[in-house]
């Protein structure tokens, strides 16, 4: 018996080879493949697969139950052992369901959600429930109990240096293999399929190829209204080159333009669906899934391209100059503070600071760092423990918040990206392909004038070289030499502006639930300093708000 959650896009392949070894099958899915592999492989299923899942799988035969997670994360899947069994499911709510389930506050896991924007462990705020980390499974049996459940690793990202480097050229060649092939795999579909075109490269090589099989395919794109933005945030809006890309690519376009109300009224809806806060500013997702679900019921999405082939440079080059291991671990966690820093943990978390005694994030942070430390000599390896690590952490975030605001609007997002054979061949790329400056590691002499972080920042926007010349082939060049830009809304003048009011009448007035767990007068004073200009604090305004609408809703035990 099977309950099984995503797409397998090897699934015909998989069939053959089982039909050969005398296999039938009733129906044309990809469900019925899962399950007779299952059956077949056990386990060893698993690697087999090629797609996004969350399956549990009761084995009739040796009456066990397997749990598992696909690679990468795309599918989430939630559990909570106890006494008399293990409960699990997609979303957290499965499990809050039942009639006795306590429902407490897991103060580490806000913890590290306020110092990294995320939550880099298996924990989630609900005391007691986890989520089961990417490439792991489960194995439940009666007969072993359940008091010690324990995730198994089945899988796992391995960035290094290929043992016998190969020519440029051939990488290429490769690389524009491998991308054709994985978005052709995920084409395939019942129902009628869009791409996201953010503007992007990612999105727009998607769409690229993806418009050759489906002539007129519908692409979909978020802009934002910037008559109050101001600095970086002008160039947000991405709508020209989007529109410039469906022309090119002869696509059925739509598009919305989001203003500062537009954020203040799907709060409630974001808590609900996101179930916890995570990576971002997310609401912009929602809204884009929710112009998609309109017209179309599978979505392609870009997310993954900027992990695998280092498109976050000013990063990566913080790991290169380093006098040790512990020196790479501070700097690359002071870089991840992106909410409140170490310094400042201990006076905003004062109400509950009793409760965690010693624990800091610091020690979360090495612990997730920690993987094959001792390898690390060459610049190269510094980098690619880098991309081990964002692809852990940042990019799992990004996966949760991609399934969870697509399917709160019956769509289905994939990810032609994180393909296997794609994300294969990106992991034993070499580094001196995916960034040009690695030659010349970045150092800033701290006698030259001028503002030191905009100087690092404007040499180091370097990276994904070997995916911009690929993508060449496929997408206009000054789209694939374009600088990478975010998917972000103009938050910060927002807050400043419009939506003043609001960020006053959520996190400054009355009695918010937030102040139960949190120094009231300390983040008024950070509020503050976003307010009077002094500071750009929109992520940590977000995410105060976006925590206040989740504890409105959460209904449990703060202290």
Not at 18 to 30: A, I, M
Not at 169 to 196: H, K, M, P, T, W
Not at 533 to 543: E, P, V, Y
Request: aromatic content about 12%; glycine content about 6%.
């Amino acid at each position: 018996m099977l309950a099984y959650n995503g797409e397998v896009y090897n699934f015909r392949e998989l069939r053959h080879e089982l039909e050969t070894l005398g296999y039938r099958f009733r129906s044309t899915s990809d469900t019925e493949v899962v399950l007779n592999a299952l059956i077949e492989w056990g386990v060893g299923a698993l690697t087999r697969f090629n797609g996004m899942f969350a399956l549990a799988w009761w084995d009739v035969r040796r009456r066990s139950m397997l749990l598992a997670r696909d690679r990468y994360g795309i599918k989430p899947l939630y559990y909570a052992a106890r006494s008399d069994g293990v409960a699990f499911g997609s979303e957290q709510k499965a499990i809050l369901a039942l009639p006795d389930f306590r429902r407490r506050l897991d103060h580490q896991a806000l913890i590290e959600y306020f110092t990294f924007q995320n939550i880099f462990t298996d924990r989630t705020l609900i005391e007691g429930v986890r989520i089961l980390p990417a490439g792991h499974y489960i194995h439940l049996s009666q007969s072993r109990g359940f008091d010690a459940v324990k995730p198994v690793q089945y899988w796992d990202f391995d960035f290094r240096e290929p043992d016998s480097p190969r020519d440029s050229r051939e990488y290429e060649e490769e690389l524009d293999r491998l991308f054709n092939a994985a978005v052709s795999r995920q084409l395939v579909s019942d129902v009628e399929l869009g791409c996201y075109l953010s503007g992007g490269m990612d999105s727009g090589s998607i769409a690229a190829v993806a418009s050759r099989d489906h002539p007129y395919l519908k692409t979909f794109t978020c802009g934002f209204d910037l008559r109050s933005a101001s600095g970086l945030e002008l160039a947000f809006d991405e709508r020209e080159q989007a529109e410039y890309m469906s022309y090119c690519f002869r696509t059925e376009h739509y598009e919305m333009v989001l203003k500062a109300g537009d954020m203040e009224r799907v709060m409630p809806k974001i808590a609900w669906h996101l179930e916890e806060p995570r990576v971002g500013q997310c609401y912009p997702n929602f809204y884009a899934a929710k112009l998609a679900s309109k017209f179309v019921k599978v979505v392609l999405s870009g997310a993954g391209g900027d992990e695998l082939f280092g498109g976050y440079p000013w990063r990566y080059y913080r790991a290169v100059v380093n006098d040790d291991f512990e020196h790479y671990v501070d700097k690359y966690y002071e870089f991840w503070q992106r909410l409140i820093p170490n310094s400042l943990l201990k006076d905003v978390f004062a109400p509950i600071a009793a409760s965690f005694g010693s624990m800091w994030t610091r020690d979360i942070f090495r612990d997730v760092f920690q993987h094959h430390a001792s390898e690390l000599v060459r610049p190269e390896d510094y980098i690619n423990h880098s991309l081990y690590f964002e692809a852990k952490t940042f990019l799992h975030g990004l996966l949760v918040v991609e399934d969870k605001l697509s399917m709160a609007h019956g769509l289905e997002s994939r990810v032609p990206f994180l393909d296997n054979d794609l994300v294969d061949f990106a992991m034993v790329c070499p580094v001196h392909l995916k960034l040009n400056n690695l030659a010349n590691v970045i150092r800033i002499n701290e006698n030259e004038p001028g503002d030191k972080a905009s100087i690092y920042y404007s040499r180091t926007k370097d990276g994904k070289k070997i995916l911009r010349d690929v993508m060449q082939r496929h997408i206009p060049p000054e789209i694939a030499s374009a600088e990478k830009q975010g998917f972000s809304a103009p938050d910060a003048s927002w807050f400043r502006g419009e939506s003043i009011e609001f960020v006053k009448r959520s996190l400054l007035v009355g009695d918010p639930a937030i102040y139960q767990l949190l120094d009231r007068t300390v983040v008024k004073r950070l509020i503050d300093e976003h307010l009077t200009g002094k500071t750009n604090r929109r992520l940590l305004i977000w995410s105060l708000l976006n925590v206040e609408a989740w504890l409105q809703q959460a209904n449990c035990e703060l202290a």
